[in-house]
């Protein structure tokens, strides 16, 4: 307190003398006693001849309250920089390919040729993070801590899984950590004219990224959601067409026509990226019932007489969404169904993820505005699944109807 009440009553004047606050004499007691000054010393003497007293407003007091939920939030945000750095690290590293099993940091540390005392440091965060689990070291006994990959995330950090999302982590991390000049850029110019569609560089990023890192959010956790949801359905056994729209690899439309033995139909997305789904199609022996098809969602034809539209996390990327949902609805048969994934503004991670895209000009519409959308535009039976796991950020599936024929 004493050093508090130096910096809130005096400072230097222009000509390095100091002013002194609007304080009493047992303030002007503690400054001399906090500067272990005497009154009978010469340089004590010195300087009380250079301060000058001056009236101003003091400081607000200190809270006395513990630091604030708002503050922490703040260091947690920069402690969750360091956490994206290591897990990216370990999947630079290989890491997660030496702890199938429990091992030591010295066995990790002499697999990849690190420093084993470091090693075990970082090991130590992970498990922190819930990425691994590990046995502590007990107290009087020799036995090091041990560490594997934890259960429930082996599926999607061991190489060898089907499941795995390693290269779809990094590339999310890459492009996250790339957004801080984007965002400034973003801040001082607002957003960029908008494309009608991406250029041909672009559309083959959008395909490089198909091959791998959609190809293995979609297979991990894009797949078991759609299948779950269709599932639901009880009309399902008669769906025999399907649209699956801006469909990137075609993974959801291969697994449900996996699942009904009669379904057929098309993913539709760019040309280049509808060449990466008709490999799929085919490596999956499925080229006799799905095709693709490219084009632009926003103007180009994507059929008709679909029992089925799957549509996830596309409308962010069409100029308006009112004429798509429109054509949506006609490409749909009486008592079709539309199946309509997206994000919606409101959940914290929403914010967090979409900001660049929504400072772009792109739409995240706010909680409710797509169901509104689709029942203007014809849709007579609109339910809600909230909530659902997707990659990065939670979206709201959306279970539209078209009326029956009259």
């Not at 750095?85 to 940091?105: I, M, N, P």
């Not at 791998?212 to 769906?239: F, H, K, M, N, S």
């Not at 095709?291 to 996390?313: R, V």
């Amino acid at each position: 307190m004493i050093l508090i009440n130096i910096v809130h009553h005096f400072h230097l004047t222009k000509n390095n003398q100091i002013e002194y606050g609007n304080t009493d004499k047992s303030n002007r007691q503690s400054i001399k006693y906090a500067l272990n000054l005497s009154p009978q010393r010469p340089f004590a003497t010195e300087m009380e001849r250079t301060m000058t007293y001056f009236p101003h407003d003091p400081y607000p007091t200190l809270p006395v309250s513990p630091v604030p939920a708002q503050v922490q939030s703040c260091w947690d945000a920069q402690l969750a920089c360091q956490d994206s750095d290591v897990l990216s690290l370990a999947l630079e590293l290989g890491l997660f390919t030496h702890l199938d099993e429990f091992a030591t940091a010295e066995q990790v540390a002499s697999q990849l040729a690190l420093s084993p005392g470091n090693t075990r440091l970082f090991l130590e965060v992970l498990a922190s993070m819930g990425v691994l689990e590990h046995t502590s070291r007990v107290p009087g006994q020799t036995a090091p801590a041990v560490y594997r990959t934890h259960p429930q995330m082996q599926p999607y950090l061991s190489p060898a899984s089907s499941l795995y999302l390693g290269d779809a982590l990094l590339f999310r991390h890459k492009v996250l950590c790339r957004s801080r000049k984007q965002l400034e850029v973003l801040l001082r110019e607002g957003a960029p004219p908008r494309d009608a569609a991406p250029d041909e560089t672009a559309q083959q990023a959008w395909a490089r990224a198909a091959r791998v890192q959609i190809a293995q959010e979609q297979r991990a956790i894009t797949v078991p959601v759609a299948r779950r949801i269709a599932g639901r359905l009880p009309d399902r056994l008669q769906w025999r067409t399907m649209l699956d729209l801006g469909g990137g690899p075609g993974l959801v439309a291969i697994a449900l026509a996996q699942d009904l033995p009669d379904l057929s139909g098309v993913v539709y997305d760019y040309p280049s990226v509808a060449e990466v789904a008709q490999h799929n199609i085919e490596a999956a022996g499925l080229q006799g019932r799905l095709q693709s098809m490219g084009g632009n969602l926003a103007h180009d034809d994507f059929g008709c007489g679909y029992d089925l539209i799957w549509c996830s996390s596309v409308l962010h990327f069409v100029p308006d969404e009112a004429p798509v949902l429109q054509r949506l609805h006609a490409a749909l048969k009486p008592g079709g169904v539309l199946l309509c994934a997206h994000a919606e503004a409101g959940d914290r991670r929403v914010l967090q993820y979409y900001l660049r895209m929504r400072m772009q000009g792109r739409q995240v519409l706010p909680e409710g505005a797509l169901a509104r959308q689709l029942r203007k535009a014809g849709f007579t039976d609109v339910t809600t699944c909230a909530d659902v796991d997707f990659p990065v950020a939670p979206v709201t599936v959306l279970i539209a109807r078209k009326g029956e024929a009259l």
